[in-house]
């Protein structure tokens, strides 16, 4: 059996533990549906500037709610040394762990682009920039996640850590008002954050609109943090699972 | 066949391992011939979890060669890792999974076929007396039951060494000798056992070599037999006798008898030679027409040994390879 086919095992394990829940499934889904449901009965015309930034943030929480812990949570109970003297690899174990956190993600933003598109009318201008928007995101911020997650040594340290990177990185990354009207000053560390990038790429995918010159300017800096998440993860990886 | 089948199970080669300035492990080398049960003995901090866990892939040596089943455990740790099973002294499966699904899902990750897991599975559920618990989660399970488990998810991909790292550690004296029973049986049918355990009698009963390791050195290794030759006193023989005798008519009658001491009813006799003094006890007993009531030979245990290397500190190695 091959490493790839090994970290699809993992990632199903992790599915059935952690994310299958319906406690988490509520959450990850009722937030976002009441924040377009409150904007969309405050302006019914309106509602479709926050969508895709609101579906972004839904990727963004999905990916990372799980996988900040799950790698000092299983340090904790022992179960990750149990999986360390199994035959996978560092970059296995990643691959599943970062998967099953990409894969709950994607099915929680996917939903609720779902509802926003049947229930609200919603377009799919460029559905080719949706999808890989959607896809570099949930790579990048899963693998963010377990980054945070590898960096700490107790749970509650993974949780401040996310909180301090989630929460502001709304607030710069164009979910609730576009880049266009943001302070100048506040613009480069907007180009810095994933979410900003995902945001555009979502909503060149929904409006056919986008604050880049061309989309691969937010698909290539996406695929970077997804190629540096990957290298740091595993380094860190490594030396988490030494100690 | 591969060269690797007639290699040793486990050939250790000068490891030294230090966590910072303190070391753990100073030149340990070691052989374990496959089939048998070897016991890795030593006090808390002696280094033995540090020698499985770098036997294991999970810690790499500053120096010193290891190879297990004849694979380089450095150069490859993922092969080497196929090919043994790991009982950790923690009870470390996942806790929300039934028994079921803990061995399947590893079964997974040892490459097993849906199929032969199934099989695998149902078979190791049946041998570890598991089978009417196989859809409880394992949290749910009484720590004996969970060490069972946890032998069994060691032995889901058929491994040929086993590693037991305190297998019975906090087992109540039913469960701990249906785990010995266990591992026996493991043995019997082929795998290798490399067993680290601070219960003396269990290693004595369990294994056909013992190494002894203090403070990062390995001071002892031999059979238990050897091991236990190492202390210094003699061979008691216990004999109960159905009428009053002295110690001195018992002493003029045994000429093989070099003490001997009343002790709750019995005779406590030191002697230099078993055969002569049994002789010459049954002998004593019918010139006197008295009744042997009790008989029975107390040698050294591998714990009277163990603690008295322990107090030498540092003595020469004995049977070392």
């Known amino acids: 059996m091959s490493q790839f086919a090994r970290a699809l095992a993992i990632g199903r394990k992790d599915v059935e533990s952690y994310y299958a829940k319906p406690p988490l499934i509520t959450w990850a889904l009722l937030f976002p549906a009441v924040l377009m449901l409150a904007m969309y009965l405050k302006d019914p015309g309106g509602y479709l500037a926050v969508a895709p930034g609101v579906i972004a943030m839904t990727l963004l929480f999905g990916c990372t709610s799980m996988a900040a812990i799950v790698v000092t949570f299983e340090k904790r109970a022992g179960t990750l040394r149990r999986l360390l003297l199994t035959p996978v690899t560092p970059q296995t174990i990643i691959l599943g762990k970062a998967g099953s956190a990409a894969a709950y993600g994607l099915a929680t933003s996917l939903v609720l682009a779902l509802g926003l598109g049947l229930l609200l009318g919603m377009p799919l201008a460029n559905p080719l920039a949706f999808a890989a928007g959607l896809l570099l995101a949930a790579a990048a911020f899963s693998l963010l996640g377990i980054l945070a997650s590898v960096m700490v040594r107790e749970v509650f340290e993974a949780m401040t850590l996310m909180n301090f990177f989630r929460f502001p990185t709304l607030f710069i990354s164009g979910v609730f008002m576009p880049l266009e009207s943001f302070p100048s000053w506040l613009l480069p560390l907007a180009m810095l954050s994933p979410l900003t990038h995902a945001v555009e790429l979502l909503r060149l995918g929904v409006s056919g609109a986008c604050h880049f010159a061309s989309p691969w300017i937010p698909a290539l800096v996406l695929a970077a943090y997804v190629l540096g998440g990957w290298w740091l993860a595993i380094r860190g990886f490594r030396r988490r699972a030494g100690q | ?321």
């Open chain 2, 1 to 321: 066949m591969p060269a690797e089948a007639n290699s040793p199970a486990v050939a250790v080669e000068g490891l030294h391992k230090s966590y910072g300035a303190v070391p753990a492990l100073r030149g340990v080398s070691f052989t374990m011939p496959r089939g048998g049960v070897f016991a890795y003995l030593g006090p808390n901090g002696a280094g033995k979890t540090t020698t499985i866990n770098i036997l294991c892939g999970l810690l790499r040596p500053d120096s010193g060669r290891v190879t297990v089943c004849g694979l380089e455990v450095s150069q490859e740790p993922v092969k080497v890792k196929a090919r043994i099973g790991v009982v950790p002294d923690e009870s470390n499966l996942y806790p929300e999974l039934s028994c079921r699904r803990n061995l399947d899902y590893l079964g997974e990750l040892y490459g097993l076929s849906r199929g032969v897991r199934r099989a695998r599975v149902g078979e190791l559920l049946g041998l570890f007396s598991l089978a009417d618990r196989a859809e409880m989660p394992f949290r749910a399970l009484s720590r004996g039951l969970k060490r069972r488990l946890v032998l069994a998810a060691a032995m889901v991909h058929a491994p040929e060494v086993l590693f037991l790292d305190e297998p019975t550690i906090g087992l109540d004296v039913p469960s701990a000798r249906a785990l010995r029973q266990l591992i026996r049986r493991i043995n019997q049918e082929g795998t290798t056992v490399f067993l680290t355990t601070h219960n003396l009698a269990e290693a004595e009963e369990l294994a056909e070599r013992v190494c002894i390791l203090i403070q990062g050195r390995v001071v002892a290794m031999g059979s238990p037999g050897e091991i236990r030759g190492r202390v210094e006193r003699g061979t008691y023989l216990r004999l109960g006798l159905s009428g009053e005798v002295t110690a001195r008519e018992l002493l003029s009658a045994c000429p093989a008898v070099k003490e001997a001491r009343p002790q709750n009813g019995l005779w406590r006799l030191e002697v230099e030679a078993l055969h002569p003094a049994l002789a010459q006890s049954l002998a004593f007993a019918e010139a006197r027409r008295l009744l042997v009531n009790d008989v029975g030979v107390e040698r050294p245990t591998l714990e009277e040994a163990f603690l008295a290397i322990l107090q030498q500190g540092q003595p020469p190695e004995v049977g070392q390879r």
